[in-house]
């Protein structure tokens, strides 16, 4: 059964930390890998990697695929309090749906200031 | 460029009567999503709609629940007769396509109690 499974299931850092959320999936004919934040309402999404080894970079965020051990991980910088939120991570295969995209658990990270 | 438009944004219904859910999805998206998500469950996909068509639905129960994308107006969640169970936040999500290269555009949710 695909699966996507997040760690850790939540972090509390202070202002000024760098955290390093991690996702791996188990997904028939994987296509791509995405990250999303949801605070209290809607996802809203930051990156969809589709190719192993190359950096998607926004701001203080980055986040990179690693295809060969099933994984991403997600990278914050010089976190603030405005980064506090879950973190949610999606693997999509290419039976050419979204409704493919398999869901993790999200990891919930709170900023302490 | 308005984004996804979910109302209400909280809905409380006595068990046994009916809710019905709004998504009105991003200007030039045609691709419809329905999602519900528990704490501990994650986001789980439902149903899956284009224009005036069910593609999928899959993940949505056979009784009481019924989805609709009309030519004209928003998508419609229908939950007929509501249990306690039925207690979520349901989220629509939209994309101009119906592969998974294009992100989903999520709506702020509606997050409905049954009492």
């Known amino acids: 059964e695909d699966k996507v499974v997040q760690s850790p299931l939540s972090l509390v850092v202070h202002e000024g930390d760098t955290v390093t959320l991690n996702c791996s999936y188990e997904?028939?004919?994987?296509?791509?890998l995405l990250w999303y934040k949801q605070e209290k309402k809607a996802p809203t999404f930051l990156f969809m990697l589709?190719?192993s080894g190359i950096e998607k970079k926004s701001g203080r965020l980055s986040s990179i695929l690693d295809k060969k051990e099933l994984s991403s991980i997600l990278n914050i910088t010089a976190t603030q309090t405005g980064d506090s939120a879950i973190y949610l991570c999606?693997?999509?295969?290419?039976?050419?749906?979204?409704?493919?995209?398999?869901w993790g658990l999200g990891t919930s990270l709170a900023v302490n200031p | 460029n308005a984004g996804v438009m979910q109302n209400p944004r909280h809905l409380v219904r006595r068990r046994g009567q009916e809710a019905r859910l709004r998504c009105s999805p991003m200007k030039g998206h045609s691709h419809v999503y329905w999602y519900r998500q528990l704490p501990e469950e994650g986001l789980k996909f439902m149903v899956y709609l284009q224009k005036e068509n069910i593609i999928d639905e899959s993940g949505m129960p056979k009784e009481r629940f019924s989805a609709e994308f009309p030519k004209e107006g928003p998508s419609i969640l229908r939950i007929q007769q509501v249990v306690r169970g039925d207690s979520a936040a349901y989220f629509c999500?939209?994309?101009?396509?119906?592969?998974?290269?294009?992100?989903?555009?999520f709506g702020n949710g509606t997050r409905l109690t049954v009492t």
């Open positions: 999500a939209s994309s101009p396509r119906g592969d998974s290269q294009s992100p989903l555009h």
């Open positions: 997904v028939t004919n994987f296509r791509s």
């Open positions: 999606a693997g999509g295969s290419n039976a050419g749906n979204n409704r493919k995209l398999i």
């Open positions: 589709t190719s």
